[in-house]
């Protein structure tokens, strides 16, 4: 199984963007979803999470701009960014995790700036 992440571009800051990480595939006992985001020289940094139960958490720097949510039935996860900032700029990554495996999508990049 592979994920393709997407919905990443040019965005003025305020603005919004939905990014989707899409699996080729059904992935079965999915633990927790991530969205990581990666900015030059530097480590992922988790921003936002969602277990398979459905709960929710957030890195502080985008809580209440930001909102993870998935589809099963598309094997789709989302990442909803609003009011968006300068420093939002990275590379966006998703991660969906099993008992027994990992899955990393490729990165997307996000870009806000005037």
Do not use: E
């Not at 603005?15 to 899409?22: D, E, F, M, N, Q």
């Not at 099993?98 to 870009?111: I, M, R």
């Amino acid at each position: 199984v592979q994920l393709q992440a997407s919905g990443g571009g040019l965005v003025q800051p305020g603005g919004s963007l939905r990014l989707s990480c899409a699996a080729s595939g059904s992935i079965s006992n999915i633990r927790v979803s991530h969205w990581y985001r990666q900015f030059p020289g530097q480590q992922r940094n988790m921003i936002a999470s969602i277990t398979g139960t459905g709960n929710t958490a957030y890195a502080d720097f985008v809580k209440g701009r930001f909102t993870i949510s998935r589809d099963n039935a598309k094997s789709t996860l989302y990442l909803q960014m609003n009011n968006l900032k300068p420093d939002d700029t990275a590379v966006y990554f998703c991660l969906i995790q099993t008992p027994t495996a990992n899955y990393w999508g490729q990165g997307t990049l996000v870009t806000v700036s005037s």
